[in-house]
């Protein structure tokens, strides 16, 4: 079993920053299988949506949804099983709550469906 737990959500103005941290915890066996981590979001009133996500089997790999590209930051730390993102530039259509998951694999990474291990998600608020 693996449990996911972020932090960093706050309430920021708009063409602000934030950090979210995302630190994984469970059976070292269940820990390094975790090859795809990713940050995705749900806005009010949308669907769940992939932000960024980060695979050590592609060469270390980030992936970007378009509209986050060139602003947000996804990077980890294997030897202290975390995920961060940055996020620089926020605007208010980056509200929302900001989940961690995890998958042994992902074909697409930044599919909700990909990933079967979730945190239980930080809000984002830029106004």
């Known amino acids: 079993h693996v449990q996911l737990v972020e932090s960093g959500g706050d309430s920021v103005q708009a063409g602000g920053t934030l950090r979210l941290s995302c630190v994984a915890s469970g059976h070292t066996d269940s820990i390094d299988s975790l090859i795809t981590m990713g940050w995705l979001r749900q806005a009010p009133g949308k669907e769940r949506e992939g932000v960024a996500a980060a695979c050590t089997s592609r060469g270390d790999r980030t992936f970007y949804a378009d509209d986050v590209k060139g602003r947000f930051s996804i990077s980890r730390d294997d030897a202290e099983n975390t995920v961060h993102q940055q996020m620089n530039s926020l605007k208010p259509e980056d509200t929302g709550v900001y989940f961690c998951?995890?998958?042994?694999?992902?074909?697409?990474?930044?599919?909700?469906?990909?990933?079967?291990?979730w945190g239980q998600g930080t809000q984002v608020t830029v106004s």
């Open positions: 998951a995890a998958a042994p694999h992902a074909i697409h990474p930044l599919k909700v469906i990909e990933y079967n291990h």
